[in-house]
């Protein structure tokens, strides 16, 4: 079945620093989704991303979709300490989502 | 505005009784539903999802059941639970006919001692 792998599994920084974690599928994704979650807390929706190559913004957050439509990626400028948390792309399958195994990130202040 | 409700926050269950978890969805109507499975600190296993009244797949073989009754309650039950059962259960909707975002429910601690 659709597998969707996501490196790191834990990622520490520095405040200041920056982060990636990076997203693969095994087949090619009609879209893919970025959701967070806060320690103790439940996902919450960050972004879509429908097109091939496609690159959006949310102020210290970008968010890449690949050309083959078969990885994505999210970068993180400058890390604060809110921005711990999980954080897991999605790829759409159908009539539903199959998540990542998602990237831990801590910020050390 | 679209909310849904997922209850109880937490719960602590013996081993061998039984569960019954619930979410609602207000706000809409004919919402793709959804029931997560998420071991401490690891991802989302989706257990069961649901396109409408009654229809139900099963995405993993396991302890538990999952019934919707009415268009916007989704129900997770299990008849014996085993420890295993323990982890954070979490429901979530989304658009029928889209794979479109999902909104999740503040899940159920679950601990089955």
């Known amino acids: 079945g659709q597998q969707v792998m996501q490196i790191p599994q834990y990622q520490h920084v520095q405040e200041g620093e920056d982060f990636t974690t990076y997203c693969n599928s095994s087949t090619t994704l009609s879209n893919i989704q970025w959701y967070k979650q806060r320690p103790g807390g439940h996902p919450v929706f960050l972004i879509q991303?429908?097109?091939?190559?496609e690159v959006k913004k949310q102020k210290r957050l970008t968010f890449q979709f690949g050309e083959a439509k078969k990885n994505s990626s999210l970068h993180i400028t400058a890390t604060q300490t809110t921005d711990v948390g999980t954080y897991f792309c999605a790829g759409a399958n159908t009539d539903k989502l199959i998540f990542g195994t998602g990237t831990r990130l801590q910020v050390f202040p | 505005s679209q909310t849904i409700h997922q209850w109880p926050a937490t719960l602590v269950q013996p081993v061998g009784s039984p569960l019954s978890l619930e979410c609602t969805v207000e706000?809409?109507?004919?919402?793709?539903l959804y029931w997560y499975r998420q071991a401490a600190g690891r991802g989302l296993q989706l257990l069961f999802y649901?396109?409408?009244?009654?229809?139900i797949s099963s995405e993993v073989p396991q302890n538990l059941s999952a019934s919707r009754p009415q268009d916007r309650q989704f129900i997770l039950s299990s008849k014996k639970l085993l420890l295993s059962d323990s982890g954070f259960y979490l429901c979530?909707?989304?658009?029928?006919?889209?794979?479109?975002?999902?909104?999740f429910g503040s899940g159920t601690r679950l601990t089955v001692v």
């Open positions: 649901s396109v409408g009244i009654g229809q």
């Open positions: 979530a909707w989304s658009v029928l006919g889209r794979v479109y975002r999902y909104t």
């Open positions: 991303l429908v097109k091939s190559g």
């Open positions: 706000g809409t109507s004919n919402p793709n």
